[in-house]
Nanobody, 125 residues
Framework: QVQLVESGGGLVQAGDSLRLSCVAS????????MGWFRQAPGKEREFVAS????????RYADSVKGRFTISRDNAKNTVYLQMNSLKPEDTAVYYCAADARFGGLSSWASRYDYWGQGTQVTVSS
């Protein structure tokens, strides 16, 4: 079992940048594809980005493509989400998730086995 802890959220203005980090416990981080999801108040959790075990494949939601960058450092057991040109509609709790079974870049939350507790990102206009 892996535990995930996100950090880096905060309150920023539109156009600003933030970098989220998600640190995983345990020695098998490189065995997991990783994803970032977000959930705004009153809305369902939605896919943001995912990255394969070796960073060779990456996928983004259309809403963040060109503004967000997902990356990982397997030596540090960490996955990152660099968020640039933030918009008020990016306001949400952001979660990282680990896919232990499928190894793909799924946008389905049900494909992910482990979740962090989330970090709040608030973008003011």
């Amino acid at each position: 079992q892996v535990q995930l802890v996100e950090s880096g959220g905060g309150l920023v203005q539109a156009g600003d940048s933030l970098r989220l980090s998600c640190v995983a416990s345990g020695p098998t981080f490189s065995n997991y594809a990783m994803g970032w999801f977000r959930q705004a108040p009153g809305k369902e959790r939605e896919f943001v980005a995912s990255i394969s075990k070796d960073s060779g494949r990456i996928r983004y939601a259309d809403s963040v493509k060109g503004r967000f960058t997902i990356s990982r450092d397997n030596a540090k057991n960490t996955v990152y989400l660099q968020m640039n040109s933030l918009k008020p509609e990016d306001t949400a709790v952001y979660y990282c998730a680990a896919d232990a079974r499928f190894g793909g870049l799924s946008s389905w939350a049900s494909r992910y086995d482990y979740w962090g507790q989330g970090t709040q990102v608030t973008v003011s206009s």
